[in-house]
Each structure stands twice: as C-alpha cells, then as structure tokens.
Nanobody, 115 residues
Framework: QVQLVESGGGLVQAGGSLRLSCAFS????????MGWYRQAPGKQRELVAD???????NYADSVKGRFTISRDNAKNSVYLQMNSLKPEDTAVYYC?????????WGQGTQVTVSS
C-alpha cells in the first residue's frame, strides 16, 4: 500500500518562497509519475506540476518559471520549489502518485500567500 505525506506548507508574503516535500512509502517509487495538485476554496483541483519516472516535467502555465518540481529516488521523495509566490497561489496542495491505476493522494498541505 502506498502512502504519501506532504509537508512544508505555511504562510508566506507575496514574493516569497516555500518548498513542499512529499514522502512516499511503498515500493518502486522510481516507477511512479508524481505530481503536485492544488485546490483553492470554491475551485476544482488542478494540476500544478508533474514529473515522470524518467524525469520529464510538466507545468501549469500559471506557475511556469516560478515553480520547480523535482524528485529524489534515493529518498522516495518529490519536491515543489515555489518562488515568487502570489496570493492566487493560495490553496491546499496535494501530492499524487501513480503508475496507471490506482492513483494515490496525500492529505494535503495548506499554502497561504498574503498580499
């Protein structure tokens, strides 16, 4: 059974930075596509960024140039470095992992960006 645990959220001023971490427990982490999603109040959950098992990355247009996703297969972890944060980045951020079905989700971590 796979479990995902996020950490690193918090309150930051606009223009600041945060680094989110997601710890994966289970086997064969290196084969999983990992992603970060976010959900703001009253909005649908949306993809922020993902990274394939081979290291290919994909970003939402709204975060390109500001956010960087990375993974450390030795540590079974995936990270999201968030720079130049904006108030509209405020949301609960979720880690997602999958290789086909099923997919797994973490419990989420709150990121709040004040103006």
């Amino acid at each position: 059974q796979v479990q995902l645990v996020e950490s690193g959220g918090g309150l930051v001023q606009a223009g600041g930075s945060l680094r989110l971490s997601c710890a994966f427990s289970g086997s064969m982490f290196s084969l999983y596509t990992m992603g970060w999603y976010r959900q703001a109040p009253g909005k649908q959950r949306e993809l922020v960024a993902d990274i394939s098992s081979g290291g290919s990355t994909n970003y939402a247009d709204s975060v390109k140039g500001r956010f960087t996703i990375s993974r450390d297969n030795a540590k079974n972890s995936v990270y999201l470095q968030m720079n130049s944060l904006k108030p509209e980045d405020t949301a609960v951020y979720y880690c997602r992992g999958g290789r086909g079905r099923p997919v797994y989700w973490g419990q989420g971590t709150q990121v709040t960006v004040s103006s």
